[in-house]
């Protein structure tokens, strides 16, 4: 495997920067809380049990914590709420969870039955079964088949809500795991089918195949029969790559064309490899660009950045098209067409292939819309597809042996409908879901903050009826702002029942460094610039009070993941700001992040606290250190996942700590089974929303 010298010299001089370093991230002498990094430590769980004990004391013992937590568990326990399906040609497929099937089922119906008000489902798998059988807490993360009869799978199952999974071969026709099947042990990383007998894997195989982030950077070819230990690899990236791979280049037919391989140079930067005469080439694309598919004969490509190329000049955020055969004569020679480039305010939000279209979701000001996209006699022709104005659509399933596709749409206040066409064109609905809270007299507002350098920032407000702008609503503001990760309307469900109903304004912020409005509005504040994002955070609660939408007693902060380093930041900054904090699942600790759970492989969004130079853009708005004496905090309530091996609970336990140490009011929550996304049943996520909106009613409302 030959790589460009350029490439290892840099990577080379970055380990010797952050070696020397070394001594400027915080210890045990400088934090006195770092054993709490020990997810599953006897020390750590005796001080997650004695937490959670306080918290359901305090938060559970209010006598609305059961009607706020049955009124969730009814909703995600809903019978009647629209089962989400693929298309596979053994039917539409479903995974669905309730009172029942806590853990879930793996489920099969037709498109006629769908369509009715009661489908008749044939079970597939049942985690439940499997899980009670097994003894273990198994989460079923979703299943990859073999193309185009789909019918062997390889079936990914958590234990305990972990990102790592095991890989297990399924039969579709037998409903069974195939015995003697092929058969993967735990790990991050991924596995694809190249034929009945043949798996591209890319896994932890032991020592020096993982990254410093903890993905693999190696992948072998497996043949079924033979020792995984004894596959040959096939690519191998380098350690200080985020996470590498090599993996196939399909079309909608299930054709293979040839190989491809990814270097992950960072979080958002990649470079890619495409197998010709025996040896890896390097595709000539940006960092920030990459391939996105096939479809009508054409290869397709994404940038983030603006391409030069064969003489033209692509704008950021463009669809750009090469002829397929041209591309596997010659991949960097291919001349290269535009499918798409986006108008002002707008961004593709996402692609989807069916048989013979292309399908590109697109949002305008942060509205939704899907265009439908074809390619016949040398050119691309462009249709868009009727769904609701002022909504937010997609698309949520497209066929690649038929044809067919499903969308959807949403907003606010109105329940999501799903939409069915035969080719794309004249969607029609097919499901609607009830209404899960009285919406009526409600409004919608979109409004925009000046932020701290004039940037126009815009939010949404929603307010239930009988709001005024006396500065007295209860007003939870949410947003994430990071990873070119939109925050969208969509149906707020639960939290219109257990919030809007009982008169909260509920506020959702658009702020640089999310996708918005393109590659442009996350890129503009990243790493040395990422204090723009707590500003624009901050910008949008001080406009809200000036509206007199509400005030500092009666304001609160929600966010998780990055959103809850986005609230960590506002009230560590701005405590007077608000008078609530939720912090879930928090990156929190910004000068040790890199050392827990996956923190590595997010140093292109935030820099690297080992380099001093980074570890200045990153200390000064850090909030575990900025946890200080002499300042009165909003009663922060920080929760986490013990299973969580993304950000890892160590940044709430931490924070926790922090302001207990102070002297202050808190409260810790821990879910002791649920990874990243919380918990792993609806029981288990009813009781996290229930504790949430317990504490913000006596934080804001009482």
């Known amino acids: 495997m030959k790589f460009v010298s350029t490439l290892a010299i840099a990577a080379a001089m970055t380990i010797a920067q952050s070696a020397a370093a070394q001594d400027g991230v915080p210890g045990p002498e400088e934090d006195p809380y770092i054993w709490l990094e020990e997810a599953r430590s006897d020390r750590a769980l005796a001080w997650v049990e004695g937490e959670n004990a306080r918290t359901m004391e305090l938060l559970a013992g209010d006598p609305r914590f059961d009607m706020l937590k049955n009124e969730a568990l009814a909703i995600f326990d809903a019978t009647d709420r629209i089962p989400g399906v693929s298309f596979t040609p053994y039917g539409l497929v479903n995974f669905w969870q309730d009172a029942t099937n806590p853990k879930g089922l793996l489920r099969l119906t037709t498109l006629d039955s769908y369509r009715t008000d009661t489908p008749q489902w044939e079970t597939v798998l049942d985690i439940d079964a499997l899980a009670a059988a097994e003894g273990r807490e198994w989460v079923f993360q979703g299943m990859n088949c073999l193309p185009p009869e789909e019918r062997y799978c390889l079936v990914s199952l958590s234990d305990g809500g972990k990102d790592a999974g095991e890989l297990r071969e399924f039969d579709m026709e037998t409903r069974q795991f195939v015995e003697g099947g092929f058969r993967l042990p735990e790990s991050q990383g991924s596995a694809q089918w190249v034929d009945r007998d043949t798996l591209l894997v890319s896994r932890d195989f032991g020592e020096g195949t993982l990254t410093e982030s903890r993905y693999p950077f190696t992948t072998r070819e497996w043949k079924r029969g033979t020792p995984l230990a004894e596959a040959p ?42 197998w010709q005469d025996g040896d890896w080439q390097k595709l000539d694309l940006p960092t920030k660009a990459g391939i996105a598919g096939i479809v009508d004969g054409r290869v397709l490509f994404s940038t983030d950045v603006d391409w030069e190329t064969g003489g033209q000049t692509f704008a950021a955020d463009s669809l750009i098209s090469a002829d397929l055969e041209e591309f596997k004569a010659d991949p960097n020679g291919a001349a290269k067409s535009l499918v798409w480039a986006p108008a002002e305010r707008q961004t593709k939000q996402g692609l989807a292939t069916s048989a013979d279209s292309l399908y590109v979701n697109l949002l305008d000001n942060v509205r939704g819309q899907v265009l439908k996209f074809d390619f016949a006699d040398g050119e691309w022709s462009v249709a868009e597809v009727a769904l609701p104005q002022n909504a937010t659509v997609g698309i949520s399933a497209a066929s690649d042996e038929t044809g067919e596709v499903m969308f959807s749409s949403t907003d606010f206040l109105t ?78 469900g639960a939290t219109g029942k257990m919030w809007l109903e009982r008169g909260g304004v509920y506020i959702l912020g658009n702020m640089r460094g999310g996708g918005e409005f393109g590659p442009n509005w996350h890129q503009t504040a990243i790493r040395e610039n990422k204090q723009r ?133 808190y409260y810790y929550f821990e879910d002791t089974q649920g990874g990243h996304s919380g918990g792993v049943d609806n029981e288990q996520r009813a009781k996290i929303q229930a504790l949430q909106f317990v504490y913000l009613l006596q934080r804001l409302a009482d």
Do not use: C
């Not at 140093?603 to 080992?610: A, F, K, L, S, V």
């Open 415 to 492: 329940p999501s409908t799903v939409y069915y066409s035969a080719d794309g064109s004249n969607p029609e609905p097919i499901k609607t879901s009830p209404a899960r809270f009285d919406a009526a007299g409600m409004t919608v507002e979109q409004y925009e903050a000046t932020s701290a350098d004039g940037t126009k920032i815009p939010y949404f407000v929603v307010m239930p009826e009988g709001a005024t702008k006396d500065g007295t609503n209860p007003t939870l503001l949410t947003g994430y702002g990071g990873f070119q990760v939109p925050r969208l309307p969509g149906y707020l």
């Open 233 to 274: 690899e096939i690519f191998r990236g380098e350690p200080t790559d985020v996470s590498s791979g090599a993996s196939l280049l399909r079309d909608s037919s299930g054709t293979i064309h040839g190989r491809l391989a990814r270097r992950g140079l960072s979080f958002h930067e990649s470079a890619y490899y495409w």
């Open 533 to 665: 994002t707590w500003d624009d955070f901050i910008a949008i609660a001080e406009d809200a009070i000036a509206r007199g939408i509400t005030s500092a007693d009666h304001f609160g902060i929600q966010g998780g993941s990055q959103g809850g380093l986005l609230v960590g930041t506002a009230f560590t900054q701005r405590p007077n700001l608000f008078d609530a904090a939720i912090v879930q699942i928090p990156l929190f600790d910004m000068l040790r992040y890199h050392e827990i759970g996956r923190g590595a492989s997010w140093i292109g969004e935030y820099g690297d606290p080992r380099i001093p130079e980074q570890r200045a853009w990153i200390e000064p708005y850090s909030p575990y250190q900025k946890l200080l004496e002499n300042k009165d905090y909003p009663s922060p309530f920080f929760w986490a996942s013990t299973a969580d091996d993304r950000t890892h609970p160590a940044h709430a336990r931490k924070g926790a700590a922090r302001v207990k140490e102070l002297g202050q009011d």
